[in-house]
């Protein structure tokens, strides 16, 4: 060959040492990043879905909704909801019709009774867009944990 171009890399000899050592430094982090997530969520949820204004957003009554809100890290996931049954009716909304009466019949807030045919609550959700305003938070705290892995691994 007459002409040719000779390209050395050097420094690359112990590069899949190196890569393993990340993965293993990421994996020991993702405990702390799925608490730091989970933490995340439920905080803004809390504090920024679960106490109002109404309507809407949800007020506090009881604080049972709020202080029901929790997190559950489960293999390399982290999921956050709540044990309350009614707490996929404020996330979602519901008709609530009567079953075996022929209407409601329900006390609210202000003492006072009431009848109904059937009771629309609207959707007020907390978690949805607790997660939704988490993300960058979220985002920020792999992109730390991974950083951390990465200067370790290279060190």
């Not at 905080?43 to 679960?50: A, K, Q």
């Not at 707490?87 to 609210?108: C, D, M, N, S």
Request: aromatic share 6%.
């Amino acid at each position: 060959m007459s002409f040719s171009v000779v390209i050395n890399v050097s420094g690359l000899e112990g590069l899949p040492q190196k890569m393993r050592a990340v993965r293993q430094g990421i994996l020991a982090r993702l405990d702390t990043m799925l608490r730091q997530a989970g933490e995340t969520i439920v905080g803004i949820s809390r504090e920024d879905y679960l106490s109002g204004p109404r309507p809407e957003k949800l007020g506090r009554i009881s604080g049972d909704l709020a202080r029901s809100v929790l997190y559950r890290i489960s293999g390399s996931s982290v999921q956050v909801g709540s044990n309350l049954p009614y707490a996929p009716v404020h996330e979602y909304g519901a008709t609530i019709v009567p079953v075996r009466a022929r209407a409601l019949v329900f006390k609210t807030l202000d003492g006072a009774w009431h009848s109904a045919q059937k009771v629309v609550i609207p959707p007020r959700p907390f978690l949805a867009p607790a997660l939704n305003d988490a993300m960058p938070s979220v985002i920020e705290i792999v992109q730390r944990q991974c950083d951390a892995a990465i200067k370790e691994a290279l060190a």
